[in-house]
């Protein structure tokens, strides 16, 4: 069996730091996308609002002669089309005409002008424009009059709702970024520590792991992992440290045949040149010390030809046994 891998704090702190670069990518990619659809909706939306303006604003121009746009009634059924888009959403309506003027009425909560788009060309081309001005998040829309040159409409749609939600997508971004890392960091966690007590890795925890339950009992024997002393039938025992080491690991996993290249790397994980004989050597060690509480409970650590050793109570629970009627006797 290969020895186990030895991980460092910095290896555990450069996995860490990849779980957050992760966590916060996959946030950043959720959050992106999120933004990303509302923004593409909104401007679909305000592209279509605007269109309807200037499909109105385009039957005026059609209907009337260029100098009609002085003309008291003109100018009154604009304004007040003007007046109904600004009760709405709008920020600003802007209109022009061949290069000229018509329309240019800002929203009273709008603290600000807005430049008017002018241009020599007669081919203006559309466009929808997320941006944020005076503190205000905008879709600048310009939608052309194709009937006439050097014509179109301008008109600015404030996006409050909108500006509240990808503030609210970006907190939960900010959520599920430390959500993914707490995660990733729990399960990495318990990964390192099933590796660990299975032997397959040597981390920083290694100490905590074994002292976590730091008494354990099987029959008459009680071992405590942090005074490293054992307890047999009511008399304390100091083993040297490998053989204690072996009792525990042996206790730890009761029930389990361990072979001798398991022990050897559980118990020497550093030691090249350490096998077989240094654990038959440790064995031997560690069951003349339990014999010297009581006769015969070296028995408890068994062999188990062509595979290993293990912890067997059964010894242990015989020996107490025979020894309670004498205790009585002697009372």
């Known amino acids: ?42 401007r679909i939306e305000s592209r279509i609002d605007a269109t309807g303006f200037v499909q109105a604003a385009e039957a005026l121009v059609n209907a009337e002669a260029r100098n009609a746009w002085v003309s ?3 100018r009154q059924s604009f304004e007040r089309a003007v007046e109904m888009i600004l009760l709405g959403s709008a920020a600003y309506v802007q209109l022009v005409h061949s290069n000229a003027i018509v329309v240019d009425s ?30 205000h998040l905008l879709a600048d829309v310009i939608v052309p009059i194709s009937s006439s040159p050097d ?8 996006l409050e709702a909108l500006d509240d939600y990808l503030q609210a997508i970006r907190l939960a971004g900010a959520g599920l970024a430390a959500a993914s890392f707490l995660a990733s ?14 032997g397959h890795l040597l981390t920083p925890f290694h100490g905590i792991i074994h002292s976590i339950s730091s008494v354990h009992t099987s029959g008459p ?5 942090r005074k490293k002393q054992v307890s047999l039938h009511g008399r304390t025992l100091f083993l040297p440290p490998k053989p204690f080491q072996l009792l525990a690991l042996l206790i730890r996993e009761q ?19 350490a096998d077989s004989r240094d654990v038959r050597q440790c064995i031997y060690l560690l069951r003349k010390k339990l014999d010297t509480i009581l006769d015969g409970a070296g028995a408890c650590v068994a062999n188990v030809k062509g595979f290993g050793y293990q912890f067997d109570p059964e010894p242990l629970e015989e020996l107490v046994m025979k020894l309670k009627p004498e205790t009585a006797v002697s009372s």
């Open 185 to 198: 960091c729990v399960l990495l966690l318990m990964m390192l520590l099933w590796l660990d007590i299975r």
């Open 72 to 74: 008291v009634s003109a």
């Open 221 to 225: 024997l009680i071992l405590d992992d």
């Open 151 to 158: 014509s179109y409409a301008r008109v600015g749609y404030a």
């Open 106 to 135: 800002v929203d009273e909560s709008f603290d600000g002008t807005i430049p008017l788009r002018l241009s020599g060309s007669s081919a203006l081309e559309d466009s929808v424009t997320i941006a944020s001005r005076q503190g």
């Open 1 to 42: 069996m290969k020895r186990p891998i030895r991980v460092s704090w910095r290896q555990l702190g450069v996995a860490a730091l990849t779980l957050m670069v992760l966590s916060g990518t996959i946030a950043g990619l959720t959050v992106h996308r999120e933004t990303v659809k509302s923004v593409a909706a909104v």
């Open 255 to 273: 029930g389990r045949v361990l072979c001798e290249a398991e022990i050897v790397q559980t118990l020497w994980p550093d030691a090249e040149l």
